[in-house]
């Protein structure tokens, strides 16, 4: 079973706080993915990673960074939270490898819920 | 931009008739289209999806239908069950040299009546 771990379940941080969300999977996948879901605007990609030290910009990446400095962890970063990042944070992994089938399959992890006061 | 949008955004129906969830996507690039059902308190989860090259697919009491020329995707659960209540998230993406990377609809919020 894949395994896509979130390093806590609720958040609870300041304004002007730095934050970091953490998230491991056990699949040795190497795509990896933030997102942040809110009511009726559905799942949207903060940023991406497809290998080690690699990422790339979503399509709302603005107040946040990325790093993964290990295939297995990707962590979010909010430099400075601001109260408009309340929100439920969503880290997903997939595989792929160059010439062989990619199923494109994400595999979520159970959330991170941030409150931002 | 890419978009896909998702109607209706909550359903309700009795237990034992049909559920459908309608989607449309904008980038005629997309080629892969994946639902996935969330449970409260968890993520995401996949529960059927299709390709490009196929115009339906069928898992037991869930179904997909593509319409490719007219970008638009469906989701239907027969025999609804107490368990299908979830919010349910339809999905299109196309495949790039290195990621995928999927947009995803608003999600509609499923309710089933006993």
């Known amino acids: 079973d894949v395994k896509v771990t979130q390093s806590s379940r609720y958040l609870v941080k300041r304004t002007g706080e730095k934050v970091f969300l953490e998230c491991v999977q056990d699949?040795?996948?190497?795509?990896m993915f933030w997102y942040r879901q809110d009511p009726g605007l559905g799942l949207r990609l903060i940023y991406f990673s497809y290998d080690v030290k690699m990422k790339e910009k979503g399509d709302i990446p603005e107040g946040y960074s990325v790093s993964r400095e290990k295939k297995e962890r990707f962590s979010l970063i909010l430099e400075s939270a601001s109260t408009n990042q309340t929100s439920m944070y969503l880290c997903a992994s997939s595989f792929f490898r160059l010439g062989e089938p990619s199923t494109d399959t994400q595999y979520f992890g159970p959330g991170t819920r941030l409150t931002v006061l | 931009g890419e978009n896909v949008e998702q109607h209706p955004s909550t359903l309700s129906v009795q237990e034992g008739d049909s559920a459908v969830i309608k989607c449309t996507y904008s980038d005629s690039a997309s080629n892969y289209f994946p639902w996935y059902k969330q449970e409260l308190g968890k993520g995401p989860q996949l529960i059927i999806d299709i390709r490009s090259n196929v115009g339906e697919k069928k898992d037991q009491r869930i179904a997909v239908t593509l319409n490719k020329t007219a970008k638009h995707f469906s989701l239907h659960i027969t025999e609804t069950q107490p368990e299908d209540s979830a919010v349910y998230f339809c999905a299109a993406s196309r495949f790039y040299s290195s990621a995928s990377k999927i947009i995803f609809g608003s999600g509609t919020r499923l309710s089933i009546r006993p």
């Open positions: 699949m040795d996948h190497e795509n």
